[in-house]
């Protein structure tokens, strides 16, 4: 196998694990967006705010409105939803 040809291999390998590298990352951000979409879905009922007044009470504050409430919903479910996702490729 000439010189030239083994270059050509590498690059065609390294090209094809970055190919498959790139589809499994958007796999991954596919299904995180997909479960954190799921978990959201568990909020918005008439017993949120308990949840608001106990952060108020934790977080010392009496400032916590909608807006922040919600950022805190998306941030939680996004957080569980990669926590779910490391947990099945550790195993």
Do not use: P, T
């Amino acid at each position: 196998m000439s010189l030239q040809r083994a270059v050509e291999n590498w690059h065609e390998h390294a090209y094809c694990k970055m190919m498959d590298d790139a589809e499994m990352q958007d796999a991954k951000e596919e299904w995180i967006e997909s479960r954190a979409e799921e978990l959201i879905q568990n909020f918005g009922n008439d017993n949120d705010w308990q949840i608001i007044e106990l952060l108020k009470i934790k977080l010392e504050s009496k400032s916590i409105d909608a807006d922040i409430y919600d950022k805190f919903v998306v941030d939680i479910c996004y957080s569980q939803a990669n926590f779910e996702l490391n947990k099945k490729f550790q195993h």
